[in-house]
Structures are given as C-alpha cells and as structure tokens.
C-alpha cells in the first residue's frame, strides 16, 4: 500500500527527493512519516507529516538539510533531501499512522514501505 522510490547514489552535498506513493487507504486521514536504517543500525525517525494542517517534525541530524511535504490528491508524500552526507547513507522507509501519540516512534505506523536506498558517497 506504500511505494517508496527515489533512492540512488549521489555525492556529499547533492541532493535526492524521495517519493511515496500509497494506494487502498485513506491517504489524507493518515499522518505520514519517513525513517531511515542504516547497515548494522537500528531504524531511525527522520521527518513526520500531520494529515490535517501539514505540520511537520524533524530529526535533529536531517533538520535545516530535509524537508517532507504531501500532496493528498496524488496520495504522495516527499522526502527532499539536500545538503546531503555520507552518514546519511541508509535504507529509507515511508510509513502511515492514523493515531500517533509519539510521531518518532516507529510502533505508532500501520503501513510501511518497502524501502529504498540512498547511498551518499564522499
């Protein structure tokens, strides 16, 4: 129910936009939300998306550098990357959470992406 693309490699400093796509749900009744996982980490929350008025949330490590948008009437969810850095090298995940008490924390989605992978090299 969600697509996630948009990965690829790029240098330090370039720049990706990553794209969700969902399908069979109410897209615009769901909070939307991005993590990353990186080879022998754990996954961690990188910017949230409110359904209603757009309010957004941000890691402290991609703040300043990323930024999340939605579109409701194309059922997408953006990921725009810049300023980008080896560190940022991961996994990406989009997920959707009707109810989420704590935004950051991965157990508060219903639906996950599959994943797409973004490689920043130095």
């Known amino acids: 129910q969600l697509q996630a693309s948009g990965g690829g490699l790029v240098q330090a400093g370039g720049s990706l936009r990553l794209s969700c796509a969902a399908s069979?749900?109410?897209?615009?009744?769901?909070?939307m939300g991005w993590f990353r996982q990186a080879p022998g980490k754990e996954r961690e929350f990188v910017a949230h998306i409110d359904w209603n008025i757009g309010s957004t949330l941000y890691a402290d490590s991609v703040k300043g550098r990323f930024t999340v948008s939605r579109n409701n009437a194309m059922k997408l969810v953006y990921l725009q990357m810049n300023s980008l850095k080896p560190e940022d090298t991961a996994v990406y995940f989009c997920a959707a959470g009707r109810t989420l008490l704590a935004p950051t924390a991965s157990r508060e989605y219903d639906y996950w992406g599959q994943g797409t992978l973004v490689t920043v090299s130095s």
């Open positions: 069979g749900l109410a897209f615009s009744s769901y909070a």
